[in-house]
């Protein structure tokens, strides 16, 4: 497996059919931002978005043998980083997703003082792969989260 740092978030035809799939369950996407995705996508049912992409930013795609198998995506959101994570049905259970998260993270450089945290919605169907994947690359559940270099932070009212 390889992963490949893409500038910019695009969403292709094979991704567009997982959205589809389990935007809502797996990814807590609602009715409307989905119909909002699709419809910036268009007929071509390709979307590369200038506009939504940050340089601080990580999007790679999970490659096998030149396939795309799935994306890592890492955004910065303030003091963290989100992930999403996504391995296409056709590839599930292969380890890509185990192997591809390490990858992205060391790629990244988030391994060591960064925070990155994780969300698996209660709807998804993916619950317990998921866990099991976050945790075999050190993600720990804190407050229903999941944290990789969870920092405390202490907020005093005055």
């Known amino acids: 497996m390889e992963i490949v740092r893409q500038p910019i978030r695009q969403i292709d035809e094979i991704e567009y059919e997982h959205f589809k799939k389990y935007g809502q369950s797996s990814y807590g996407i609602s009715a409307e931002e989905l119909k909002g995705i699709f419809v910036e996508m268009g007929a071509e049912q390709v979307y590369s978005a200038d506009e939504h992409s940050y340089g601080e ?57 960064h925070t990155v945290r994780a969300g698996i919605p209660p709807t998804s169907p993916h619950q317990e792969a998921v866990r099991r994947v976050l945790e075999k690359n050190g993600f720990e559940k804190r407050n229903g989260l999941y944290y990789l270099n969870f920092k405390k932070r202490y907020v005093i009212n005055h």
């Open 57 to 113: 930013d990580f999007y790679y795609d999970l490659l096998v043998d030149g396939q795309i198998v799935g994306k890592v995506l890492l955004l910065k959101l303030a003091r963290v980083y989100q992930l999403d994570l996504m391995v296409f049905d056709a590839f599930k259970g292969n380890a890509y997703a185990t192997e591809g998260l390490r990858l992205a993270l060391e790629q990244s450089d988030l391994r060591e003082g």
